[in-house]
């Protein structure tokens, strides 16, 4: 049976400490397995256009700014987290002159949280331009030229 009074009083330090490394631990590796797939895409997408074709469409471009720019708030993502980890061991010593003071898990947990909603609206802005583009060619094509035009 669920017992209430277990969730009423907040956790000890040493509890916190546990659960917050266990969940950097699982974010830094969560972000980096999408942070190398984000990567390796956005690779394939800027060297497989073609170079010595000029287009005029700017949103492509911008679609790729903004998925680079989303990365790189991914990567600072993942720092975070090894910092995470960093905190959390430090709230794991015996000694508690090393715990970090509770200010400043706080505006780090803070910051992590900003800088991952920023990148989720990069990320989400970029996929919308480039779906958005993509779709616009798409429409502006009349039927049956899609076959013999690459």
């Known amino acids: 049976m669920l017992d209430i009074e277990q969730f009423s009083h907040p956790p000890k330090k040493q509890e ?3 659960i917050f490394r266990l969940v950097s631990r699982i974010s830094f590796w969560v972000q980096l397995v999408l942070g190398g797939v ?3 895409a956005v690779f394939l997408s800027c060297f497989s256009r073609s170079i ?5 469409n700017a949103g492509i471009g911008f679609g790729i700014f903004l998925a680079i720019v989303g990365i790189l708030l991914l ?3 993942v720092y975070w987290a090894v910092r995470y980890r960093k ?3 430090l709230l794991q010593t015996p000694n508690s002159e090393n715990h970090p003071k509770k200010e ?3 505006k780090s947990l803070q910051i992590g949280l900003l800088v991952s909603l920023i990148g989720l609206l990069i990320a989400f802005l970029a996929s919308e331009v480039t779906v958005t583009v993509i779709l616009g060619k798409a ?4 039927q049956g030229v899609a076959i013999y035009q690459p």
């Open 38 to 40: 984000s990567g390796i």
């Open 104 to 106: 400043d898990v706080i």
């Open 52 to 56: 010595t074709t000029q287009t005029n």
């Open 75 to 77: 990567c600072f993502r």
């Open 16 to 18: 916190f400490a546990a």
């Open 139 to 142: 429409v502006a094509q009349p």
């Open 87 to 89: 905190m959390a061991k």
